[in-house]
């Protein structure tokens, strides 16, 4: 079954204490994302990545950080997490051609953030 | 830049009875892609459906269907005959050919109460 897994679904930290959120995806998928959703604001992307080694920011790279050491994977670092980091994030993969030809998108289930 | 305004907010109706999200678009590509997602109250994003720009046919899935119109920049998104399970939020997306960011318009709440 093709699926984005997001982990943990569910935290709540401290400020400025250094979390990962992984997420992995089984369709060997070029292009993810990563997006975060607020109360009025609907999802704004942070970061994406075309493919291994190939990251670039997003709207709203501030405070974030990736990596994609491996195709399947791209996790999302709070090096120092914020309260307004207090978020809904969702990772997303597509096909590479389907980045440039709009394809389908597939989210993750979302990750609960809450920075105390 | 590409923008996508989901100006209802928030939307309650009756079981069965039929509604409308709107969704109108900007952009100045030629080539682009929208889309439809479900937001149920558990949280994940469902795909609904994507339109080309190059494609202006309406389409309809069961109780849903689309209307793209190019001249007016609008993806409206109508559900006959509601039911409770239709209640979660609702976002237009855009995607212009060759980037790669998803613009999402900030969300149609819609409550379908019995």
């Known amino acids: 079954e093709a699926q984005v897994t997001q982990n943990p679904r569910y935290l709540i930290t401290v400020t400025g204490k250094k979390l990962t959120v992984t997420c992995s995806q089984n369709m060997n998928h070029e292009y993810m994302s990563w997006y975060r959703q607020d109360p009025g604001l609907g999802l704004r992307q942070i970061y994406y990545s075309m493919n291994v080694e190939v990251t670039d920011k997003g709207d709203v790279p501030e405070g974030y950080k990736v990596s994609r050491k491996e195709k399947r994977n791209f996790p999302l670092i709070l090096e120092s997490p914020s309260p307004n980091q207090t978020s809904l994030y969702f990772c997303?993969?597509?096909?590479?051609?389907?980045?440039?030809?709009?394809?389908?998108?597939?989210f993750g289930e979302g990750s609960w953030l809450t920075v105390v | 830049a590409q923008k996508v305004t989901q100006a209802q907010t928030e939307i309650s109706v009756v079981e069965k009875e039929d509604v409308t999200l709107d969704c109108v678009y900007e952009t100045r590509d030629t080539t682009y892609y929208l889309f439809w997602y479900k937001q149920p109250p558990s949280g994940e994003l469902v795909f609904l459906i994507r339109r080309n720009s190059f494609d202006e046919q309406n389409e309809i899935s069961g109780r849903y269907s689309w209307n793209f119109q190019k001249s007016t920049s609008s993806f409206n998104f109508t559900i006959t005959a509601s039911q409770v399970v239709d209640s979660a939020v609702y976002f237009c997306a855009l995607r212009v050919s060759g980037y790669s960011t998803l613009t999402f318009g900030k969300g149609t709440m819609l409550l379908v109460s019995p």
């Open positions: 997303a993969s597509s096909s590479r051609t389907g980045a440039i030809s709009g394809n389908t998108i597939y």
